[in-house]
DNA sequence: CTCGGTCAAGGATAC
DNA sequence: GTATCCTTGACCGAG
């Protein structure tokens, strides 16, 4: 099963997610304020459905929400934006959308939700972040958060701990939906792997990550620590094409034909494909487009 | 209307 | 320490 994330072009500007800057919060009354927060919120909720249904007309099953549906949710303490009443009818349209079609959504904080800084401010800013995507989550009735191991100061080792002491800060339901993904700089996937075994959580693969850093360890020798990860849930991985070649850092618009059938070959019965790139459900749309060609010639 | 500098949030790197 | 870049999509002020 294949997956796109955020942004779904075909559909214009209800496909896209709008956001509210504080230089232009600040210029207006409390009052203005909550209302142009909510309006912002409520639409993004709305553009999400939008979004959800037409992945159900066009038969994709998986899908990742944009982590800015709710504009500034950290940084604003006048709007209880979970307590409103809109919001919430928003939001459990989208669960039970997503519920009886069966879609398979998760959530990824942004780059700045950084669990193992070495600054408290940092880790206690994260863990807001992640309380605002759970609370999100519990409504739209989203299981999965997948993260970045973070920064590499003072060591991968140190840095690590890190990591797995600010898990330990984490509520039970947090913890319950986090997945660790490996990246393309730091921690790659033989890193992540015993931090995933250690925590009790999954290990999000994501393949082009892996053909950016690694250390000569074969795909088929991670496949079933991976899944094991997972622990009988059908696991998910990510796949993008380098921009300017294989082991381009930088995301391509596209997902290139080798690449895919190198994702096809990892995945085999098991793993769910999420793709990243550019040209979002495009790139999946001309996926399934070469693979009707190549069918019937 | 279009264009391009700017934006809450962190980190890495070079000096 | 400080400046600068990374990186993403949308905002917003200038023209």
Same mark, same amino acid.
Request: proline content about 2%; aromatic content about 8%.
């Given at each position: 099963?294949?997956?796109?994330?955020?942004?779904? *072009?075909?559909?214009?500007?209800?496909?896209?997610?709008?956001?509210?800057?504080?230089?232009?919060?600040?210029?207006?009354?409390?009052?203005? !304020?909550?209302?142009?927060?909510?309006?912002?919120?409520?639409? *993004?909720?709305?553009?999400?459905? !939008?979004?959800?249904?037409?992945?159900?007309?066009?038969?994709?099953?998986?899908?990742?929400?944009?982590?800015?549906?709710?504009?500034?949710?950290?940084?604003?303490?006048?709007?209880?934006?979970?307590?409103?009443?809109?919001?919430?009818?928003?939001?459990?349209?989208?669960?039970?959308?997503?519920?009886?079609?069966? @879609?398979?959504?998760?959530?990824?904080?942004?780059?700045?939700?950084?669990?193992?800084?070495?600054?408290? %401010?940092?880790?206690?800013?994260?863990?807001?972040?992640?309380?605002?995507?759970?609370?999100?989550?519990?409504?739209?009735?989203?299981?999965?958060?997948?993260?970045?191991?973070?920064?590499?100061?003072?060591?991968?080792?140190?840095?690590?701990?890190?990591?797995?002491?600010?898990?330990?800060?984490?509520?039970?339901?947090?913890?319950?939906?986090?997945?660790?993904? *490996?990246?393309?700089?730091?921690?790659?996937?033989?890193?992540?792997?015993?931090?995933?075994?250690?925590?009790?959580?999954?290990?999000?693969?994501?393949?082009?990550?892996?053909?950016?850093?690694?250390?000569?360890?074969?795909?088929?020798?991670?496949? !079933?620590? @991976? @899944? *094991?990860?997972?622990?009988?849930?059908?696991?998910?991985? %990510?796949?993008?094409?380098?921009?300017?070649?294989?082991?381009?850092?930088? %995301?391509?618009?596209?997902?290139?034909?080798?690449?895919?059938?190198?994702?096809?070959?990892?995945?085999?019965?098991?793993?769910?494909?999420?793709?990243?790139?550019?040209?979002?459900?495009?790139?999946?749309?001309? @996926?399934?487009?070469?693979?009707?060609?190549?069918?019937?010639?």
């Amino acid at each position: 099963m294949l997956g796109f994330a955020c942004i779904c *072009n075909t559909l214009k500007d209800s496909g896209r997610f709008k956001t509210v800057t504080v230089k232009t919060l600040t210029k207006l009354s409390d009052e203005d !304020q909550a209302k142009k927060l909510k309006a912002t919120a409520v639409d *993004n909720l709305y553009n999400s459905l !939008q979004i959800l249904k037409w992945c159900k007309e066009n038969d994709i099953l998986m899908y990742r929400f944009s982590s800015d549906i709710i504009p500034l949710a950290t940084y604003v303490e006048s709007w209880h934006w979970w307590e409103d009443g809109d919001v919430q009818n928003m939001c459990s349209k989208i669960k039970s959308f997503v519920e009886e079609n069966k @879609i398979r959504i998760s959530l990824h904080p942004d780059q700045f939700c950084v669990l193992n800084s070495d600054k408290p %401010h940092v880790v206690q800013n994260s863990i807001k972040h992640l309380e605002y995507l759970n609370t999100l989550s519990n409504m739209i009735g989203n299981k999965l958060l997948i993260i970045h191991t973070g920064s590499t100061v003072g060591g991968k080792e140190k840095a690590i701990q890190r990591f797995i002491e600010s898990f330990s800060l984490l509520s039970k339901d947090i913890q319950s939906k986090l997945a660790l993904e *490996n990246d393309d700089k730091s921690f790659g996937a033989l890193d992540v792997l015993p931090i995933c075994e250690t925590l009790g959580i999954p290990m999000i693969f994501d393949i082009h990550h892996f053909n950016c850093l690694n250390t000569g360890e074969s795909l088929s020798d991670l496949r !079933q620590r @991976i @899944i *094991n990860t997972w622990k009988g849930r059908r696991p998910k991985m %990510h796949l993008s094409s380098g921009k300017t070649g294989f082991n381009d850092r930088h %995301h391509g618009d596209y997902i290139n034909e080798e690449d895919y059938r190198a994702a096809l070959k990892f995945a085999g019965e098991d793993f769910d494909i999420m793709l990243e790139c550019k040209q979002k459900e495009l790139a999946l749309l001309r @996926i399934r487009e070469n693979e009707a060609c190549s069918h019937t010639s």
